[in-house]
């Protein structure tokens, strides 16, 4: 498997710990590509040329089985057997889904949900042989409230956590960790901060994913 950049979220670096050794690097591929993904819109102020980038990433993706990529990130994607590129072409729009004027419709940030939190999540279950209609109902929360706690608009915070799904189903531990986190970043709300890497919140992070869902 090819170095990898570093994952940055520290709660995604940490599920990797409870993720089984044979699909780890695969894991870490999907979530290095979506850090990725979001490092071209926050990166980049004119959205006609976020569109563009997101554009390469969507083509890179799609002949991913035929090409020798040399960006580290598509190589451990082609090395990762478990996973088609093209279930994640969907991430593509749900990304670019946030480049709509501020505030964010509430269609735009149930189509960021859809197109990058279930199906990154569909991805990382079929890896963990998690139910579908889990995963994808955890990434559609785990979006979402990651998105409210990134955006600088208010309104779009507020409107994607009251979006965010309030119950989901039984998962394995990398997701059930993640999921578990993003459940209580909405019980509290946007006025208490989200402290990620805090060893606390990693305390309980460790416990969910131990215990699973």
Do not use: C
């Amino acid at each position: 498997m090819t170095d990898l950049p570093a994952i940055a979220d520290p709660e995604r670096a940490l599920s990797l710990a409870y993720a089984p050794a044979a699909v780890r690097p695969a894991l870490a591929a999907l979530w290095a590509l979506d850090e990725q993904l979001g490092a071209t819109i926050a990166r980049t102020e004119t959205p006609a040329i976020a569109q563009m980038r997101l554009a390469w990433w969507h083509d890179a993706l799609d002949t991913l089985a035929e090409s020798r990529p040399s960006n580290p990130v598509l190589v451990a994607l082609a090395q990762a057997s478990q996973i088609d590129p093209k279930d994640l072409l969907p991430l593509i729009d749900g990304w670019e889904a946030l480049l709509e004027p501020l505030p964010l419709a509430d269609e735009s940030l149930l189509l960021h949900a859809e197109a990058r939190g279930a199906a990154l999540f569909r991805a990382a279950g079929t890896l963990l042989l998690a139910e579908r209609s889990a995963a994808d109902t955890a990434g559609r929360l785990w979006a979402l409230t990651d998105l409210a706690f990134r955006v600088s608009d208010r309104v779009t915070a507020e409107r994607a956590l009251a979006l965010a799904p309030r119950q989901i189903g039984h998962l394995p531990g990398p997701l059930a960790m993640l999921a578990t986190l993003a459940m209580r970043d909405v019980r509290r709300g946007l006025d208490r901060p989200r402290r990620q890497g805090s060893p606390l919140r990693l305390l309980r992070g460790v416990v969910a994913g131990l215990a699973g869902l």
